[in-house]
């Protein structure tokens, strides 16, 4: 492993690189929860609070390094002598030489420059303060290195764009026409009189701004308010006329307005002695009316009020990575850890639209990020998750699918970002899973009875068809015939998520794949395509409501008449049967529904949905191991096997195991032989990573005589889009992250640690190894053939990490309520060290559980010795696990640690 990249400088994931200005596309999340930004090591990247409202100009990954537009600081010494602080310049030769450095941490970064030749050393800070500010602040200090005055004129350059994404291309000029500009002491505001939509023109309210001061509060000389001002005809932001031809603007700014803005301005010349510094302070920011920028810039028009808020900036992000506070005896991994552990939160607030990576989409979450990103929530405050629980249920659709779009505001929900016909298969199993995982950390069943409403819109029966009676005026929740709106218990909504997958089957009986499953890339098997892997988890998840039902606390619940249909026994064989039935249910529920309620016994009900699991898993173990040694997951439009030796062509993906182990479908003996398959076929030695399918265009093993078997390039367009990318990345052969780490916690799960432990280690090991992976301390979206990370921040895959750490790996999870601490270590976790521990808060408790293990043993070869609470020992009743009753949690101090020891040996 090897990292060249950066090292880091504190135990809070602060670090420092020499050389991370020579990968453009590196970058950073600024953000709190009104402005999202992206920063580069050359201050490239855009600003913005929505897709309707970008202050920089949207930019994408290629961008970063193909884009002139960047935040930047010129000085003019003369004409001889014109320096670009951040390093973005048509001299290329003095950007060589400038001495470049980037510090950077939760969320902040710092870069400096020193040119000998010049003189001069920048030092530029950026962030975004917590709190309710939509600015970023930009902070530049320009110290003189020399040991002779130098006198220069300073000018900031921000080019604006200040309008809708969608005009980046679309009507680009037409909307700079709608530009008014208006000038001010300390900068420029910018208002477009309207938001430009050919659908529906709308008036404008939102305001862009810049405003800029030296270190004694004074605002410029001189504003530079267009880029063809500022820049003269050439329009080139590298060289701009108005600096390397020291030009002043307009006395007269005739022709100002429907022009395309710049935040440029001119301070006065200033001679710095030897050794001195000044500094200049921007903010840039949008806000959603008039805003007094006087009264903004007075918030950081001192070096000590600019400190003020960076430190509690940092602060707030650091208190956010500590939640879950890991000591694992490897400084590197516990810092690279914090990154992780913020993830979640970066998507809250950025979705997947609002990185260079992410760019697709017009903001918001999506379903499956929304429930996976609430299981990094849950572990560290529950309480405040169940509120959100609740809420989301409500995006639930009475025919089993659900919006797929989740807004900022609660209850804002849309089917689809881009008004598509089109379900994936698997959202149905997550909300299941997340909250399970709420119940099992609070004992809290009571919150499968809270109500909640049923999302509705123009499409029904999964998309299959149109309701074109539905209009707007309707809204966007389920009524019943009497026009009452209609609301469900949070039970009757997993019910109807999963029993409607139950009976919606393709021709071997496995769940229907539809529009894609956790695999977007699975889109183009829409008419016939099956999900094995899926079909799984819905069976796994039938058995966990079965299990809720028997100790939910009722004998009776009352769920909508209409869900009677799909509680009907028959043999589970009958494909048509099943067909009929769901149409039944479909028919019933198209429109609106009865508003009667049936009652139900939990016990009796308990009973069939564990049948009905049980029939599924048989299913599977029955017609889909293969004899190669593991499970085939799908079937694409031609109801063809995916996985497996298809034509001489060995088939396997991992997403096809992972389910079947987690779900128990696949047996200890089966395991054994799955996992020597995925070292065989899906491990990649050369990157270390586990890919997530074979090639399915060449030969993936040899005859016995040692030759490839041969196979014609295909590209799997009756599967999905996935198999016409280049293999290795993204959906199609790539190292993803988050079908790894399912695959870690799978292992744990059926008491595979060493193995589990091997996958989830083996993601840190490609992220830390920066020679290949050349990426910022974080957890990608995966790694592609190469070994590059891709899409940085914005994962799922992080949630998943964090929950497999501490729940499988340190063990330490809820059991109904109770703490369960059942540690599931590798003995290569112990290689530095004989104590590992992991701190975090359960039942309102801060709790800090550390193991000792002198004889640094692994799992299955070391017993639970000893089990100290605040330093007085606690009963063993079992040696390999310990249960801590809720009530004895809830009698800890709440304002210190308390201390768990846990002696291995």
Same mark, same amino acid.
């Given at each position: 492993m090897e990292n060249n990249l950066y090292n880091f400088t504190d135990d809070s994931g602060s670090f420092k690189s020499f050389c991370a200005?020579?990968?453009?596309?590196?970058?950073?999340?600024?953000?709190?929860?009104?402005?999202?930004?992206?920063?580069?090591?050359?201050?490239?990247?855009?600003?913005?609070?929505?897709? *309707?409202?970008?202050?920089?100009?949207?930019?994408?990954?290629?961008?970063?390094?193909?884009?002139?537009?960047?935040?930047?600081f010129w000085v003019y010494i003369n004409q001889d002598k014109i320096w670009s602080a951040t390093g973005v310049s048509k001299n290329l030769k003095q950007i060589q030489q400038d001495k470049f450095t980037l510090e950077a941490g939760q969320l902040w970064q710092r870069i400096s420059r020193e040119n000998r030749n010049i003189g001069l050393k920048s030092t530029i800070l950026s962030f975004v303060p917590a709190g309710h500010d939509a600015l970023e602040v930009m902070q530049v200090e320009i110290t003189n290195v020399s040991a002779r005055k130098i006198s220069f004129i300073p000018y900031t350059a921000i080019p604006l764009y200040a309008r809708s994404a969608d005009n980046l291309r679309d009507h680009r000029h037409v909307t700079s026409l709608l530009t008014r500009i208006k000038e001010e002491k300390y900068g420029m505001k910018i208002k477009p009189t309207l938001l430009f939509d050919e659908s529906g023109h709308r008036p404008n309210n939102t305001v862009y701004y810049v405003a800029a001061c030296d270190q004694k509060g004074r605002g410029p000389q001189y504003i530079y308010p267009t880029q063809e001002i500022?820049?003269?005809?050439?329009? =080139?932001?590298?060289?701009?006329?108005?600096?390397? !031809?020291?030009?002043?603007?307009?006395?007269?700014?005739?022709?100002?307005?429907?022009?395309?803005?710049?935040?440029?301005?001119?301070?006065?010349?200033?001679?710095?002695?030897?050794?001195?510094?000044?500094? #200049?302070?921007?903010?840039?920011?949008?806000?959603?009316?008039?805003?007094?920028?006087? &009264?903004?810039?007075?918030? $950081?028009?001192?070096?000590?009020?600019?400190?003020?808020?960076?430190?509690?900036?940092?602060? $707030?992000?650091?208190?956010?990575?500590?939640?879950?506070?890991? =000591?694992?005896?490897?400084?590197?991994?516990? *810092?690279?850890?914090?990154?992780?552990s913020i993830q979640p939160v970066l998507r809250k607030i950025f979705g997947c639209s609002f990185l260079p990576d992410f760019d697709y989409g017009k903001g918001g979450r999506g379903w499956r990020d929304l429930w996976q990103d609430c299981l990094g929530l849950i572990l560290n405050n529950p309480q405040a998750v169940r509120p959100l629980l609740i809420n989301n249920f409500c995006g639930v659709k009475i025919d089993g699918s659900n919006a797929t779009i989740i807004g900022k505001k609660p209850g804002e929900f849309i089917a689809d970002r881009n008004n598509l016909?089109?379900?994936?298969m698997d959202h149905g199993a997550w909300p299941l899973i997340t909250l399970d995982l709420y119940i099992q950390e609070t004992a809290d069943l009571g919150i499968l009875f809270a109500p909640a409403t049923y999302f509705r819109n123009h499409q029904v029966n999964r998309a299959s068809g149109i309701d074109y009676r539905w209009s707007p005026e309707y809204g966007n929740r389920l009524k019943t015939k009497s026009g009452k709106i209609y609301s469900g218990t949070v039970l009757e909504h997993l019910l109807v998520q999963n029993l409607v997958q139950f009976y919606n089957v393709g021709a071997h009986n496995h769940v229907r794949l539809e529009g894609a499953d956790w695999n977007d890339g699975l889109d183009m098997a829409k008419e016939h395509g099956e999900s094995v892997a899926f079909s799984s988890m819905y069976a796994q998840n039938l058995s966990t409501l079965a299990q809720l039902l028997l100790k939910c606390g009722r004998k009776e619940l009352e769920v909508a008449e209409e869900l009677k249909i799909l509680l009907t026994d028959f043999d589970y064989r009958d494909i048509a049967q099943k067909h009929k039935l769901l149409e039944r249910y479909f028919s019933k529920t198209k429109e609106n529904l009865s508003g009667?309620?049936?009652?139900?016994?939990?016990?009796?009900?308990?009973?069939?949905?564990?049948?009905?699991?049980?029939? /599924?898993?048989?299913?599977?173990?029955?017609?889909?191991?293969?004899?190669?040694?593991?499970?085939?997951? %799908?079937?694409?439009?031609?109801?063809?096997?995916?996985?497996?030796? @298809?034509? *001489?062509?060995?088939?396997?993906?991992?997403?096809?195991?992972?389910?079947?182990?987690?779900?128990?479908?696949?047996?200890?003996?089966? @395991?054994?032989?799955?996992?020597?398959?995925? #070292? &065989?076929?899906? %491990?990649?030695?050369?990157?270390?990573?586990?890919?997530?399918?074979?090639?399915?265009?060449?030969?993936?093993?040899?005859?016995?005589?040692?030759?490839?078997?041969?196979?014609?390039?295909?590209?799997?367009?009756?599967?999905?889009?996935?198999?016409?990318?280049? #293999?290795?990345?993204?959906?199609?052969?790539?190292?993803?992250s988050h079908m790894v780490v399912m695959f870690a916690y799978a292992l744990y799960k059926q008491g595979y640690s060493q193995e589990g432990w091997w996958a989830l280690s083996s993601?840190?090991? /490609?992220?830390?190894?920066?020679?290949?992976?050349?990426?910022?301390?974080?957890?990608?979206? %995966?790694?592609?053939?190469?070994?590059?990370?891709? %899409?940085?921040?914005?994962?799922?895959?992080?949630?998943? $990490?964090?929950?497999?750490?501490?729940?499988?790996?340190?063990?330490?999870?809820?059991?109904?309520? =109770?703490?369960?601490?059942?540690?599931?270590?590798?003995? !290569?976790? $112990?290689?530095?060290?004989?104590?590992?521990?992991?701190?975090?808060?359960?039942?309102?408790?801060?709790?800090?559980?550390?193991?000792?293990?002198?004889?640094?043993?692994?799992?299955?070869?070391? &017993?639970?010795q000893r089990f100290l609470l605040n330093a007085e020992q606690f009963p063993i009743e079992e040696n390999t696990r310990i249960i801590v009753p809720r009530e004895v949690i809830t009698s800890l101090p709440k304002q210190k640690f308390n201390i768990i020891e846990v002696h291995l040996g």
């Open positions: 200005h020579k990968i453009k596309s590196l970058y950073l999340p600024l953000c709190n929860e009104l402005l999202m930004s992206s920063v580069s090591a050359d201050l490239h990247g855009d600003i913005k609070s929505g897709q *309707n409202s970008f202050l920089l100009e949207p930019v994408s990954r290629i961008n970063l390094s193909l884009s002139r537009a960047s935040r930047n500022f820049c003269g005809e050439s329009g =080139d932001l590298e060289f701009p006329e108005a600096v390397f !031809e020291n030009k002043l603007p307009p006395v007269q700014k005739t022709f100002l307005q429907g022009k395309e803005p710049m935040g440029a301005m001119r301070f006065a010349k200033i001679t710095l002695p030897a050794k001195a510094r000044v500094t #200049y302070t921007m903010i840039m920011g949008i806000a959603q009316e008039d805003c007094n920028l006087s &009264r903004l810039i007075r918030k $950081f028009n001192q070096r000590a009020k600019v400190n003020t808020h960076f430190e509690k900036t940092r602060k $707030f992000w650091q208190g956010q990575s500590r939640l879950i506070e890991v =000591d694992s005896g490897n400084k590197h991994f516990d *810092n690279w850890l914090r990154w992780v016909s089109r379900v994936w009667k309620k049936i009652r139900l016994e939990a016990a009796a009900l308990s009973r069939i949905l564990s049948k009905k699991s049980l029939w /599924m898993k048989k299913h599977i173990q029955k017609s889909e191991w293969l004899r190669e040694g593991f499970f085939n997951g %799908y079937y694409d439009n031609r109801k063809n096997r995916v996985d497996g030796k @298809i034509k *001489n062509l060995l088939q396997m993906t991992l997403a096809s195991q992972v389910f079947p182990i987690m779900s128990g479908v696949a047996s200890p003996g089966q @395991i054994k032989k799955i996992l020597a398959n995925v #070292y &065989r076929y899906l %491990y990649d030695e050369s990157v270390g990573g586990i890919r997530l399918n074979t090639d399915f265009s060449r030969a993936s093993f040899k005859t016995s005589s040692g030759i490839p078997l041969k196979a014609g390039k295909k590209e799997q367009q009756d599967l999905g889009r996935a198999f016409s990318f280049v #293999y290795g990345d993204k959906e199609n052969g790539a190292v993803f993601l840190y090991k /490609m992220a830390a190894n920066t020679a290949r992976s050349r990426i910022y301390p974080c957890l990608p979206e %995966y790694f592609d053939l190469t070994g590059r990370g891709m %899409y940085s921040y914005l994962t799922g895959s992080a949630s998943w $990490f964090a929950l497999t750490l501490l729940t499988q790996s340190f063990g330490v999870r809820g059991l109904d309520g =109770d703490l369960l601490i059942e540690p599931k270590f590798s003995a !290569e976790q $112990f290689k530095s060290t004989d104590k590992l521990s992991i701190s975090r808060v359960f039942a309102d408790r801060n709790l800090k559980i550390v193991f000792l293990n002198p004889k640094r043993l692994g799992a299955g070869k070391y &017993r639970i």
